[in-house]
């Protein structure tokens, strides 16, 4: 690409030298590098500040953002500041919530068709035989989310008889939110939720249950919402008094 320069004035203050003439270009290009060193360093800065302000601290930056940084750059940096490898990305504290259940996942490698131990287990090195031994192991951590699951509560109420005077016993049946109604209380009470608390309409919320293969009608629904007032009407008259 060629620079043609749009001031009159700077084209006359050309030297019509070609030696001078390419000096004289060298050294703008001098210029234009170091003018991009700095607005690549002003890029950098301003990244670390937007990603200090709004981002975790763990973040690296995408290959678009790296791209735009020249190594010398990069070189300013404290040792601290850099990218970690990632062979050790695995053992950083990723600073995951606390009170989060934990759950572990081991994976080991394939050694089926190695040499068994007593017990029949894979045991030996797939290449010689010689046996295994844990000489550690690569830790990571990742956040997962678990969407919420439907389930049916199968209630099962014996019937005990008394051999000497026939009388029968069995257990009352629990109570439901709504007499009759196929509703759990907390299933009635996560649909009212969605539509009160989080502005999720009854259709909405009915396309949501059938891709977990859960078909609700929205007119089901519905009539659990407008049941379920009446189980608030009580605590409003105690509001109200």
Same mark, same amino acid.
């Given at each position: 690409?060629?620079?043609?320069?749009?001031?009159?004035?700077?084209?006359?203050?050309?030297?019509?030298?070609?030696?001078?003439?390419?000096?004289?270009?060298?050294?703008?290009?001098?210029?234009?590098?170091?003018?991009?060193?700095?607005?690549?360093?002003?890029?950098?800065?301003?990244?670390?500040?937007?990603?200090?302000?709004?981002?975790?601290?763990?973040?690296?930056?995408?290959?678009?953002?790296?791209?735009?940084?020249?190594?010398?750059?990069?070189?300013?940096?404290?040792?601290?500041?850099?990218?970690?490898?990632?062979?050790?990305?695995?053992?950083?504290?990723?600073?995951?919530?606390?009170?989060?259940?934990?759950?572990?996942?081991?994976?080991? *490698?394939?050694?089926?068709?190695?040499?068994?131990?007593?017990?029949?287990?894979?045991?030996?090195?797939?290449?010689?035989?010689?046996?295994?031994?844990?000489?550690?192991?690569?830790?990571?951590?990742?956040?997962?989310?678990?969407?919420?699951?439907?389930?049916?509560?199968?209630?099962?109420?014996?019937?005990?008889?008394?051999?000497?005077?026939?009388?029968?016993?069995?257990?009352?049946?629990?109570?439901?939110?709504?007499?009759?109604?196929?509703?759990?209380?907390?299933?009635?009470?996560?649909?009212?939720?969605?539509?009160?608390?989080?502005?999720? *309409?009854?259709?909405?919320?009915?396309?949501?249950?059938?891709?977990?293969?859960?078909?609700?009608?929205?007119?089901?629904?519905?009539?659990?919402?407008?049941?379920?007032?009446?189980?608030?009407?009580?605590?409003?008259?105690?509001?109200?008094?």
């Amino acid at each position: 690409m060629v620079f043609v320069p749009h001031d009159t004035d700077a084209v006359n203050q050309l030297p019509d030298d070609a030696q001078l003439l390419k000096q004289h270009l060298r050294a703008s290009m001098g210029e234009v590098q170091r003018l991009k060193q700095m607005v690549d360093k002003l890029t950098l800065q301003l990244a670390r500040r937007l990603r200090a302000q709004f981002g975790a601290s763990s973040e690296r930056f995408d290959d678009v953002q790296r791209s735009l940084i020249e190594p010398a750059v990069l070189d300013e940096l404290p040792q601290s500041k850099r990218a970690v490898p990632a062979a050790n990305a695995g053992q950083l504290d990723r600073s995951l919530p606390e009170h989060l259940p934990r759950e572990q996942q081991e994976i080991r *490698p394939d050694v089926t068709h190695a040499h068994h131990d007593a017990q029949g287990q894979g045991c030996g090195c797939i290449t010689c035989g010689g046996r295994l031994r844990s000489i550690g192991a690569d830790v990571s951590h990742h956040l997962e989310y678990v969407p919420g699951r439907f389930k049916v509560v199968r209630t099962v109420r014996p019937k005990l008889a008394c051999t000497t005077c026939e009388a029968i016993f069995q257990a009352a049946a629990p109570s439901r939110p709504i007499p009759r109604g196929a509703a759990g209380p907390g299933l009635l009470a996560h649909v009212m939720v969605s539509k009160f608390c989080d502005h999720i *309409p009854l259709h909405r919320q009915s396309r949501i249950y059938a891709r977990d293969g859960v078909d609700i009608d929205r007119g089901t629904m519905a009539g659990w919402v407008e049941q379920g007032h009446a189980l608030f009407y009580p605590l409003v008259a105690a509001l109200g008094r």
